[in-house]
């Protein structure tokens, strides 16, 4: 085990970001696909959408639940939205899945599972999206609540995908309590995505993020402030607004930074009563910094 951890600072995500061309276009800027949102639950699906929007994606659609579909609509102002066929009322069941496959296709890359439900008809959904789409994945919330115990089966898919939990979600991923994880956490960080093939970025104090080869990065930046409800649906949202504007398979390195500096920026104005919404806010910031 490598264990050897690399600060993420602004100097390594200036290297890991690319210029954008002054011929680019919407289409050029990155197409993300955001699968989320339930009854109960849309504020994820709003602000995933809108912080891959404020990380630079010239386009992000959202698919939702039909009959949360005028909501969205009301809600999102940039973000397109896509009715998909109701496993039940408020949720999006495995009957969706050949149209969320197809849909995919014509995407950059996708992000799947905040605010998205616990349904066991979702969660068969996201189980064969996940390992039969062709398109990048970033997987998030409840998207990971889905592999709970199951880890094994990420090694079917057919990109690597992008996971992003906290540590709570990565202990139920493992089928082990947090208080195992804590004991040895960087151990099983680096060992889940080196078995699993998977990018891990688990947020905590100090978020990690691991590549299946062993390479492990850790934040610098981030603060007690951003311990509140729709920061991580801002962090997956972010990493898949910067997954086109990056090199290779780095763009989980630039959503950490951009979206701990931003959390940072935001903390200055609003101390530990900053909101997720606050973060969204000031990425267009980092942006100008980077």
């Keep these: 085990m490598k264990?050897?951890?690399?600060?993420?600072?602004?100097e390594l995500v200036k290297g890991i970001m690319l210029p954008r061309p002054k011929a680019c276009?919407?289409?050029s800027c990155g197409r993300v696909l955001v699968i989320a949102g339930s009854t109960g639950l849309t504020g994820a699906a709003v602000m995933a959408s809108q912080a891959a929007l404020r990380a630079g994606a010239g386009i992000v659609s959202l698919a939702c639940a039909e009959s949360l579909?005028?909501?969205?609509?009301?809600?999102?102002?940039?973000?397109?939205?896509?009715?998909?066929?109701?496993?039940e009322k408020g949720y999006i069941g495995i009957d969706a899945l050949d149209f969320l496959l197809e849909k995919a296709s014509q995407y950059d890359v996708v992000l799947i599972g905040p605010g998205l439900g616990r349904h066991e008809s979702t969660m068969e959904l996201v189980r064969e999206?996940?390992?039969?789409?062709e398109t990048?994945?970033?997987?998030?919330?409840d998207g990971i609540y889905a592999f709970r115990g199951q880890c094994h089966l990420?090694?079917?898919?057919?990109?690597?995908?992008?996971?992003?939990p906290h540590l709570g979600e990565l202990a139920a991923l493992l089928n082990i309590s947090v208080k195992e994880l804590q004991q040895g956490r960087n151990q099983l960080i680096e060992k889940t995505a080196e078995n699993n093939n998977v990018i891990l970025v688990a947020k905590s104090e100090e978020t990690t993020v691991a590549y299946?080869?062993?390479?492990?990065?850790i934040t610098t930046v981030g603060n007690p402030g951003m311990a509140t409800?729709?920061?991580?649906?801002?962090?997956?949202?972010?990493?898949?607004?910067?997954?086109?504007?990056t090199r290779e398979k780095y763009a989980p390195l630039a959503g950490v930074y951009i979206h701990g500096r931003a959390g940072d920026l935001a903390y200055e104005e609003n101390g530990n009563g900053l909101i997720a919404t606050d973060i969204i806010g000031n990425i267009g910031r980092v942006l100008l910094e980077l």
Excluded: W
């Design 3 to 10: 264990l050897d951890l690399i600060p993420i600072d602004q």
């Design 25 to 27: 276009h919407k289409g």
């Design 69 to 87: 579909n005028t909501i969205f609509e009301i809600k999102l102002t940039e973000t397109m939205t896509i009715p998909v066929v109701e496993g």
């Design 129 to 133: 999206f996940v390992r039969h789409t």
């Design 136 to 141: 990048p994945l970033i997987v998030d919330a």
């Design 154 to 164: 990420l090694n079917e898919c057919r990109n690597v995908p992008v996971l992003t």
């Design 212 to 217: 299946p080869d062993g390479s492990m990065y």
């Design 229 to 245: 409800a729709g920061s991580g649906d801002v962090l997956a949202g972010t990493i898949a607004g910067v997954y086109c504007q």
